[in-house]
């Protein structure tokens, strides 16, 4: 099992920055990839970024160019810079952990932090 736990969200300004970690715990050695994904109000969860063991970094077309993803293999955390953050960034972030192959029964979910972009 892992058990994963977010933290990082809040209120800002359109144009602000937030920085979100994820600390795993349990059998990290499993994971394979971290990502983070995000859901907003009436609408389907969606992926926003991941990375891989090996540094391999993927992001949605709607993020690329403002946010950063990254981790630190010795603490077993990842990260999501947010920069240049828009009102249709707002939503609930969850992060995210798979093995590789993946199996269903080893994905597991952060309990999500909210992010909230005012204008």
């Known amino acids: 099992q892992v058990q994963l736990v977010e933290s990082g969200g809040g209120l800002v300004q359109a144009g602000g920055s937030l920085r979100l970690s994820c600390a795993a715990t349990?059998?990290?050695?499993?994971?394979?990839?971290m990502g983070w994904y995000r859901q907003a109000p009436g609408k389907q969860r969606e992926l926003v970024a991941t990375?891989?063991?090996?540094?391999?970094?993927n992001y949605a077309d709607s993020v690329k160019g403002r946010f950063t993803i990254s981790r630190d293999g010795a603490k077993n955390t990842w990260y999501l810079q947010m920069n240049s953050l828009k009102l249709e960034d707002t939503g609930v972030y969850y992060c995210?952990?798979?093995?590789?192959?993946?199996?269903?029964?080893?994905?597991?979910w952060g309990q999500g932090t909210q992010v909230t972009v005012s204008s």
């Open positions: 995210n952990s798979r093995t590789a192959p993946y199996y269903a029964r080893w994905e597991y």
């Open positions: 349990g059998r990290t050695s499993s994971i394979n990839t």
């Open positions: 990375i891989t063991s090996g540094d391999s970094t």
